[in-house]
């Protein structure tokens, strides 16, 4: 039983899809007729003008809490989720049609977003260990220390080409 409910999930996308360019031609009719062409107009460019400067203003808050994250050693991808939704949003935001602004908005608020990351993160998978420091940064505590005379690129000219490198061998094959 599961499984129809996810095929019916599933199909229902393109057709909605396909049928948005229609819901915002209606909506533009309906609201143009209450308001006026003019408002109309000032609205979509309004919703437009909103989407740039939220995307800006939210991203960037997104990536501060991504990057404090991070630093702290925890999981991102909630705040990962979050800076992509934020940027789906403001995508719709900019796309002129109100049924798109209206999803943008709902998208904008941090419950809406937490509920749709709580739907989707099962199906997500973020890689965050990785065996060569992950997020967690390098590893500082291998130094080499050198004095003044222990190395230096003339003892290389000197001493001419190493002719047992591999990468020398792999020119001559």
Known sequence: METIGQDLRISFLPLFLLALPLLEI???VIVGREVGALATVGLVLASSLAGVLLLRHQGFGVM????AEMA???DPSRQLAHGAMIMVAAILLIIPGFI???????LFLPPVRDLAWSRLKGRIVVATDFT???FRG?????????DD???SRE???KRGPDHNSPWRRLKDD
């Open 26 to 28: 209606a909506g533009f």
């Open 64 to 67: 501060a809490r991504v990057r």
């Open 72 to 74: 702290g050693g925890g």
């Open 100 to 106: 798109t602004d209206i999803i943008g908005l709902l």
């Open 132 to 134: 060569t420091g992950g």
């Open 138 to 146: 390098r590893s500082r505590d291998k130094v080499i220390d050198l």
């Open 149 to 151: 005379g222990d190395y």
């Open 155 to 157: 003892d290389d000219f």
